[in-house]
């Protein structure tokens, strides 16, 4: 099984969630960290680890970006990042598998599933081997006790429970 490490440079985490219950707001979070253990050949042996630096969440509105970080939602100051550790895999397709693992998030650890694509792994013309992993999972933001929230006039609320997550991320063959 071969370590291979996440590219801060080329991996980010982004989300999805429904805004005033007619549009969505889109953002993302591009300090990433990590690493994955792999065998091209074994996919239900992969294991993947990676943090998500939450100061560096951004959705196109400073306001926005602040008050995601406050502690009306991810509260940084005291749960600075997001953290994912997997559990085991199973191989779904010709390159895709369900990886499922633990998620932490604002202090609170849950169980989800990834349902991920592995790309590569391929030879950069820098000198690199390089491995892509998109997954994606749907969470409910309650359920880490991201609970702000206002109320609409039509009934809904200012801010979804769904969130739809995505991670892409490259990863480096570590070196033997």
């Known amino acids: 099984m071969s370590q291979w490490n996440i590219d801060p440079d080329h991996s980010v985490?982004?989300?999805s969630i429904r805004h005033m219950?007619?549009?969505f707001v889109h953002?993302?979070?591009n300090k990433v960290s990590g690493s994955i253990n792999f065998d091209p050949d074994n996919f239900s042996g992969i294991s993947v680890q990676f943090d998500i630096d939450l100061s560096s969440i951004i959705t196109g509105?400073?306001?926005r970006d602040d008050h995601l970080k406050s502690e009306d939602f991810f509260d940084i100051q005291t749960f600075p990042k997001i953290t994912f550790k997997s559990t085991n895999a199973e191989r779904t397709g010709y390159s895709s598998c369900s990886i499922n693992g633990d998620i932490t998030i604002h202090g609170v650890t849950r169980s989800v599933t990834l349902e991920a694509d592995i790309l590569?792994?391929?030879d950069s013309p820098f000198g690199?081997?390089?491995?892509?992993?998109?997954g994606k999972t749907v969470i409910n933001r309650e359920d880490f006790g991201l609970t702000w929230n206002e109320p609409m006039g039509n009934g809904g609320f200012m801010v979804g429970k769904e969130v739809k997550v995505s991670m892409n991320i490259e990863a480096d063959l570590a070196e033997e």
């Open 13 to 15: 985490g982004s989300f």
């Open 120 to 122: 590569g792994p391929v």
């Open 21 to 23: 219950t007619v549009a």
């Open 27 to 29: 953002g993302q979070m």
């Open 61 to 63: 509105i400073g306001k």
């Open 128 to 134: 690199e081997t390089t491995l892509g992993i998109t």
